[in-house]
């Protein structure tokens, strides 16, 4: 989904929600939740990183509803105007988020927390390289905002499964609408 492939229904809410936990790793103390599928996948990924050395991950933000897409796209909109705001916060029925599917992440201690710079702290270059294997993609790239309509955005990471996401990283194509040759998306 993108700006030209709304969820439908609009207010769509997906089946089996919960809270990826692991015993030895707190990893998402907001208690965030994802579908079961990508839950699952979260917790692999999380143990991954931090086996790696490379941090303990935290999800920030991971499935909102509808009404919750409202509120951050209103408040986006007020404080940076719509096409700033736009940028960064879909409109209600138009956010990966509301799948289930979708996280934000930081690393504790890294910094950069939803800035672009995480990309360079450790767990970013990490997760860049190695979140394929646990079936999640940076699902906006640097360079791709043409085509996603999203600025790059280093700590939202998409579930797709780890079939795709090996694909995409054996071909070298890293953004689903080139993936899937469907129209750039760069606006509503
Ligand atoms: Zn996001």
């Known amino acids: 989904m993108n700006k030209q492939r709304p969820l439908n229904p609009i207010n769509y809410k997906p089946a089996n929600l919960v809270a990826p936990k ?3 790793l707190s990893f998402n103390p907001y208690g965030r939740k994802l579908r079961r599928e ?3 996948a979260s917790i692999k990924l999380a143990e991954a990183m931090h086996g790696a050395g490379k941090g303990i ?4 933000s991971a499935y909102r509803s509808y009404s919750e897409q409202v509120a951050v796209h209103d408040k986006m909109v007020k404080s940076y105007g719509l096409k700033k705001g736009e940028a960064v916060a ?3 029925g138009f956010s990966e988020h ?3 599917l979708a996280m934000d992440v930081s690393a504790r201690g890294q910094g950069c927390r939803i800035r672009v710079c995480f990309g360079q702290t450790k767990a970013g270059i990490w997760l860049a390289k190695n979140a394929y294997k646990y079936g999640f993609i940076i699902r906006y790239p640097q360079g791709s905002t043409p085509m996603t309509g999203y600025q790059y955005e280093p ?3 998409r579930y797709v499964g780890v079939f795709l996401a090996t694909k995409m990283k054996k071909k070298n194509i890293h953004v689903l609408e080139k993936y899937f040759k469907l129209p750039p998306a760069p606006n509503y």
Do not use: F, V
């Not at 991950?57 to 920030?60: A, E, G, H, M, W």
């Open 22 to 24: 692991s015993p030895g």
């Open 38 to 40: 990508a839950a699952i």
């Open 57 to 60: 991950l935290l999800i920030q």
């Open 90 to 92: 879909a409109r209600p």
């Open 98 to 100: 509301q799948t289930g």
């Open 155 to 157: 700590w939202h990471m």
